[in-house]
């Protein structure tokens, strides 16, 4: 809680123009995903007049360590998890949009054709078992991009 007072008081006096927070967190290999608790009183307590927010969906979580299994394994296709099994309902964050507030949901480069494969694209996805490789993020950073502009009207 220490945590959270500081980063909110942090964001007020900074008056940033772009507040960036987790919004979900899923449960390892489980279609269990929330919302965080506390979200919406932290959204709440932001004095950011004119400031956009952005809450990012959490990406899939595993019981297995992810790159370990593609370094393991001959076919890296075993590695891969139906998405039903590791995360919730789309609509989750939907009714926290709205009033300058965007759901940026990355699971659709995450999850292809409702696969969530340890390898996308010919490059590792998962440094362990829930952390995005900072090469896949990359790959992904002009549609992040696109996406936050699209809340953000930037």
């Known amino acids: 809680e220490l ?3 500081s980063a909110i008081t942090y964001a007020n006096r900074l008056q940033p123009d772009l507040i960036v927070l987790m919004g979900t967190k899923s449960t390892p290999e489980t279609s269990n995903e929330r919302a965080l608790s506390g979200l919406d009183d932290t959204r709440k307590r932001l004095n950011v007049p ?3 927010i952005a809450l990012v969906r959490d990406n899939p979580r595993f019981k297995e360590d992810m790159f370990l299994c593609v370094e393991q394994e001959s076919d890296v296709s075993v590695c891969a998890r139906d ?3 590791v995360l919730g309902d789309d609509d989750l964050l939907a009714l926290f ?3 300058g507030i965007g759901v ?3 699971t659709d480069l995450l999850c ?3 696969v969530c494969p340890a390898v996308i694209g010919g490059v590792i996805a998962y440094l362990d078992d829930n952390h ?3 090469t896949y993020a990359r790959t992904m950073t002009p549609v992040y991009a ?3 502009a699209h809340i953000t009207g930037w």
């Open 97 to 99: 949009e709205g009033d």
């Open 104 to 106: 940026l949901d990355l």
């Open 146 to 148: 696109e996406r936050l």
């Open 3 to 5: 945590w959270r007072d």
């Open 50 to 52: 004119g400031a956009s």
């Open 132 to 134: 995005l490789t900072r």
């Open 112 to 114: 292809i054709n409702d």
């Open 83 to 85: 998405r039903a099994d």
